[in-house]
């Protein structure tokens, strides 16, 4: 009986600190942005939006990825980021990419330079990516440099920086 006393305390927080070890992804994502004049929110699901120009060109959009926020912390050596990259692209093509965190301490914000080339063609498409954490879910903001510019992306970077 003695031993049983002693090992229940032992139970009791070994459950309680494997239920807190990870963070839960939620299922559902919050675009509920202010866009600069002349884009729009189009096509919500609870995973993804997209972006259109006032034309109704796609120019970009908004994905709840299945990254952990956990996964997004300046120490993590989380495969989480590439692996989601190489989904996005696709097993067929080739990803590259060149990142950069933000100040944020403990979950900084990610941008990036993302490069998909077509194995077949070798064609290159070259988006610009946000990754960052927001309510508890990672979200990826994306935007075709074909079809957009460069130049017009900070303009969105509120989104990301809550301003």
Known sequence: MNRLKIFIPFLLLAVLLLGCEKETIPEKGDFSVSLPEGYSI???????????????????GMVLTE???????????????????????????????????????????LYMDHYITNSETQEKTTYKRVIFVRDGGVYDLWFDLQVMDEEEVPDFYSIVEGE
């Open 42 to 60: 189009s096509n919500v699901t609870d995973k993804t939006c997209d972006i259109l120009r006032s034309d109704g060109a796609l120019v970009g």
């Open 67 to 109: 990254i952990a926020p956990e996964d997004m912390k300046r120490d993590s050596d989380s495969p989480a980021i590439p692996r989601y990259l190489d989904s996005v692209a696709g097993l067929e093509n080739m990803s590259e990419y060149f990142s950069w965190l933000g100040e944020e301490p403990d979950y900084p914000t």
